[in-house]
């Protein structure tokens, strides 16, 4: 009989994960918390995948009602919402008196995968998020015992692909934004949502553009001549999204 080799002692293991190998999240709702429709879509895929339930919240302000709702036994929390700063939200749920039993953050940019484990996060996911074994392990590892998870397993090697159309609104969601855009704050919030939505679609080119913006943002620079490049670039990526 397989056993958990988590816990001190062993035990059988719940009969739903015998006859589920392959879907080891089965029973488990995961709350992901992603602006970018591209990205949740590659969490959805996962998730499906491995049995779990998703949830999904655009912002902090969603979260939060959700959380009020119902207890999920995973949260994953992009860095970067429209709203605020993910981390805040990582430190708030590790420190509540009834904690979520896995907390992940997720982001394009890996540098701060250190400040989100000092906030309280279990793991770490960078974009993009694709790989079914990575997604799984990330969970399994971190799981409670008394789950009944198993860590010893055969890794799939599936690698998810999301739809286009979750790549196309969140290119349109840019170019909207950036052909009305006059608050600053709102040109430094697009340009690090679509460095991040450019990394999940393998475009180092959008990316770089993007990257660049920020970077010019926080120096003071001029952004003319980014913010027109960009839209360029936006504009082309729509098209072709739109062929396929």
Known sequence: ???????????????????????????????VIEDSRFASEAVRLLCLKSGARIRRADC???????LRSYRPAVVVIDLGLPDGDGVAL????HAAELRVPV????????DRASEA????ADGFLP??????????QAILRVLPADTGAMTLRALPDDVIQPDPSGLRDDLAHVAEVLSSAHDTTEIDYIARFLAGVARSAHDPALEAAATALARDYNAGHALATDL???SGM???????????
């Open 1 to 31: 009989m397989l056993t958990d080799i988590t816990a001190d002692t062993p035990k059988p293991l719940p009969q739903w994960r015998l006859s589920l190998p392959n879907r080891p999240l089965t029973g488990l709702t995961v709350l």
């Open 60 to 66: 902090l302000r969603s979260a939060a009602r959700h």
């Open 90 to 93: 990582i430190a708030e749920l």
């Open 103 to 110: 907390i992940l953050a997720m982001s394009g940019d890996p």
């Open 117 to 120: 484990l000092a906030a309280g």
């Open 127 to 136: 974009k993009p998020v694709e790989s079914l074994a990575v997604f799984q």
């Open 228 to 230: 027109a490049r960009i």
């Open 234 to 244: 936006v504009q082309d990526r729509l098209s072709r999204v739109a062929e396929m």
